[in-house]
């Protein structure tokens, strides 16, 4: 889930801390790696909504995103045109095909984790969807790669969009990356596009969720009047979705939304 306005400053977590956010990010990509590989054609996306706050409660955990503001899903599910914030429905059946964003935010033990993929259900996207995704991915990439300690905030954003306009999409500009750990919101927000310097200089033990959203059209999107959430591109064209929880060092930030793989 991503966030709108208001600016404090930034939080630095001190160690006992971040060996919570640590465990919650884990634990959160975990549950994201699995709805990834359960995902189908056929199931609707309040299936996949059930299933996630099943796993969700099997880690001991809450979802972070339910009734955040009155939001009404275990975790945000947005398909195709749908940039974030989607609401599992009994009425919408997954097809091949489909790109569909997967948002997962996780209370456990006094922190939060919170981690978003896109992902092609039956696995074979579109040549457009197949650039989107892998552009979107890269630029995630990207904003990581310059999320060192010492350097300004805006570096993150910068490179995310540098990546994304050579590969002729679009970075959505109403919703934007924040700091996360003790709640699922936390100064500073971290956009996903260049900005002007505001002399917030990364520091080691900031967390940050960083997650571009990209249009394959233009960046303008609109909310769903109806359910209040939903979020859209205003051209109809297809969107992606990836963020990763990072959190910050002397030198490389370490991904804490990363599930481990079968060698570790
Ligand atoms: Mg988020």
Redesign the pocket.
Known sequence: ???GSREARFIVHPPAAVAHIREAARVTGEILAELTRQIQPGMTTLLLDQLAGQLIRRCGGESAFFNYHGFPGQICISVNDEVVHGIGRADRVLMAGDLVGL?V?VRLKGAVG???TTVCVGGRPAPVAARLMEATRRSLDAGIAAARGGDDLSVIGKAIETVIKAAGFSVVRDFV??G?GRE??EPPEVPNFTTTPRGILLRPGMVL?I?PMVNAGGWRVTVDKHDGWTVRTADGSLSTHY?HMVLITQGEAEVLTCPKTPSE
Do not use: F, I, Y
């Open positions: 889930m991503s966030k948002d935010g919170d981690t978003a990356g924040h996360c699922l919101h969720a997650e963020e």
